[in-house]
């Protein structure tokens, strides 16, 4: 058996000091220190096999992370992992202590198409694997063809359709060697729940922005927009998952979706759950009111939904474990999982199963509702939580 971890974790954030990211956002070198001080202990107490990290300016403050991360785990080694000189050599515990580093670990860095100048900069993607990767790891954010989607009037007419030519951020699709498979890991940030608002022809922030003058109605479509956005971009990965697990790839998609696991966007990702019975549904080709498919059609159509499934990794922990509260996010008062590992059918049951999740791990003891006044960390930590699950691949 092979057993090994992998892991989702939005830095928040990550770039050098003094460079301005957002307007008038930037870390001071005191600032910057704090933070990569704090990054490389969650990496180092993370100690994940493969992790896909999001907003991520550029590579070289993720490499200085992961090299602390690294002297760290060197001298926690020389502590805690016994050797002959050690009285407790014999105790199998502190094998769990071990940390192993990412000297011979790949990382591929995914920018966003979308990033511009100082103020106005746009966060990537990267992926860590310290069993290297299959191939070049590929970057999707382009959508060539253009995404058309169409819509129907309720009544008559066309209803318009929502037209989506490139993604907000990119997908990072990598292959990666874990005992004797191939895994196909995409790490995807989705469109935020923050509004999206049209700029005046004439320059200047959208009206939306000025919450003096609060436009109710004007920051609801906005949510539409950037809801819509998010979809569309679920719809994009959905599409990518399928053409992989239809080529018999073992598939794992993990990042932040901006949305719970019973979101309609995560859905699309996730794919349909399928009925317990489609005996007792009428057939779409009916031509009388008991034509209803047959239990032989039944058992196929469960099948082919099942197959191109994904599962939560989260709701898979929770039914094993009774925890009643998993969350990764929280923000004025409201505590919510918007980071997620998805799995494939190859690691959760039925034909072609390859493995299974043993363990679910959440990291999330930093956050704050980001609401309260002494919420210490809302700039230099992580406003997210980190997840990780721990996955055994059965050899032979």
């Not at 490389?40 to 907003?55: C, H, M, P, R």
Request: aromatic share 10%; charged share 25%.
């Amino acid at each position: 058996m092979t057993d090994f971890t992998i892991a989702s974790f939005n830095v928040k954030n990550l770039i050098g000091p003094d460079q301005e990211y957002y307007r008038f956002e930037k870390y001071t070198p005191e600032e910057h220190a704090w933070k990569e001080d704090w990054l490389a202990d969650q990496v180092f107490t993370l100690n994940a096999d493969i992790v896909g990290f999001q907003e991520i300016f550029d590579k070289a403050p993720l490499q200085q992370v992961i090299a602390e991360a690294d002297r760290r785990g060197t001298a926690s080694n020389e502590d805690a992992v016994p050797d002959r000189s050690k009285r407790y050599a014999r105790k199998a515990i502190f094998r769990k202590l071990a940390y192993t580093d990412y000297a011979q670990a790949h990382l591929a860095f995914a920018p966003n198409l979308n990033d511009g100048e100082p103020g106005e900069r746009r966060p990537g993607l990267a992926i860590l694997s310290r069993y290297g990767f299959v191939g070049k790891p590929e970057v999707i954010q382009e959508v060539d063809p253009d995404l058309v989607i169409p819509f129907a009037m309720m009544g008559e007419g066309s209803g318009g359709s929502f037209r989506l030519d490139r993604l907000s951020r990119p997908i990072l699709k990598a292959r990666i060697p874990v005992g004797n498979q191939v895994i196909t890991v995409f790490n995807c940030h989705l469109k935020s729940k923050l509004g999206e608002f049209m700029r005046p022809e004439g320059g200047g922030p959208p009206p939306e922005a000025d919450l003096v003058n609060y436009d109710p109605v004007g920051r609801a479509l906005g949510s539409l927009r950037a809801a819509t956005r998010r979809m569309a971009e679920a719809w994009v990965l959905r599409q990518l998952v399928v053409e992989e697990i239809n080529s018999g790839n073992p598939v794992i998609v993990l990042g932040d979706l901006n949305d719970s696991d019973n979101a309609v966007s995560s859905e699309i990702i996730a794919g349909e759950r399928p009925f317990k019975n489609y005996a007792w549904i009428r057939r779409h080709d009916a031509k009388r009111a008991n034509d209803r498919y047959t239990d032989e059609e039944n058992e196929i159509i469960q099948a082919k939904i099942e197959a191109v499934r994904l599962e939560s990794c989260e709701k898979l922990f929770v039914r094993k474990s009774l925890r009643d509260m998993v969350y990764t996010s929280a923000f004025g008062g409201v505590f919510e999982s918007i980071d997620q590992i998805l799995l494939s059918r190859h690691f959760t049951g039925g034909q072609g199963q390859i493995g299974e999740m043993s363990y679910f791990s959440v990291f999330n003891d930093h956050l704050t509702d980001g609401s309260h006044d002494e919420a210490p960390y809302n700039k230099l930590a992580s406003d997210h939580g980190q997840i990780m699950a721990h996955l055994r691949l059965w050899d032979g």
